[in-house]
T-cell receptor, first 112, second 115 residues
Framework: KAGVTQTPRYLIKTRGQQVTLSCSPI?????VSWYQQTPGQGLQFLFE???????NKGNFPGRFSGRQFSNSRSEMNVSTLELGDSALYLC???????????FGPGTRLTVL | AQSVTQPDIHITVSEGASLELRCNYS??????LFWYVQSPGQGLQLLLK??????LVQGIKGFEAEFKRSQSSFNLRKPSVHWSDAAEYFC?????????????FGRGTSLIVHP
């Protein structure tokens, strides 16, 4: 079974731009979570989608948003990029509530 | 709210030596516990997990972990470390309370392996 895939793997943007990241979960998994990882803050939870609905949300500003499609694929959008948004963005999927999260390789976003 | 503490930010061991990475958690009920490993620039890979049953859990790559309820710990061990084990290790506890099933991750322990 294929793992979690994320595209693109690397992205360079400038301040003020917006960006969209994509995540395809493991086949059959309905829950998709997004995390931001930085050296200073560690792994921080952004939000979780389940059956096209945002079910949980972390403590991030409204510039960070996401959505999930009927095939469970998910996108994350960051608008008005700031330098501090530079990070590794990780997507994880799980098959049911409370079950193991399986992570993708991440998207490395650099904001100049 | 649950929390996870990994007391050691960095651990340095020699290749072939034994390893123990510490993880302490705070959780109101019987937790689900996980250990993940992350190589530089990569995503997190599941090493092992504990949901219930035998408190000694075997994982991939020769790792094991022991759940000790009395100590609220879930330490990761390996009898003989290989240079390829150098990576960041994360302990996590879940599911969250209040309807959220998102696990809580520790800050990670960086493992350095000397030849």
């Amino acid at each position: 079974k294929a793992g979690v895939t994320q595209t693109p793997r690397y992205l360079i943007k400038t301040r003020g731009q917006q960006v969209t990241l994509s995540c395809s979960p493991i086949s059959g998994h309905r829950s998709v979570s997004w995390y931001q990882q930085t050296p200073g803050q560690g792994l921080q939870f952004l939000f979780e989608y389940f059956s096209e609905t945002q079910r949980n949300k972390g403590n991030f500003p409204g510039r960070f948003s996401g959505r999930q499609f009927s095939n469970s694929r998910s996108e994350m959008n960051v608008s008005t990029l700031e330098l501090g948004d530079s990070a590794l963005y990780l997507c994880a999927s799980s098959s049911r509530d409370g079950d193991t999260q399986y992570f993708g390789p991440g998207t490395r976003l650099t904001v100049l | 709210a649950q929390s996870v503490t990994q007391p050691d930010i960095h651990i340095t061991v020699s290749e072939g030596a034994s390893l123990e990475l510490r993880c302490n958690y705070s959780y109101g009920a019987t937790p689900y516990l996980f250990w993940y490993v992350q190589s530089p620039g990569q995503g997190l890979q599941l090493l092992l997990k504990y949901f219930s049953g035998d408190t000694l859990v075997q994982g991939i790559k020769g790792f094991e972990a022991e759940f000790k309820r009395s100590q609220s710990s879930f330490n990761l061990r390996k009898p003989s470390v290989h240079w390829s084990d150098a990576a960041e290790y994360f302990c996590a506890v879940g599911p969250a309370s209040g309807g959220s099933y998102i696990p809580t991750f520790g800050r990670g322990t960086s493992l350095i392996v000397h030849p």
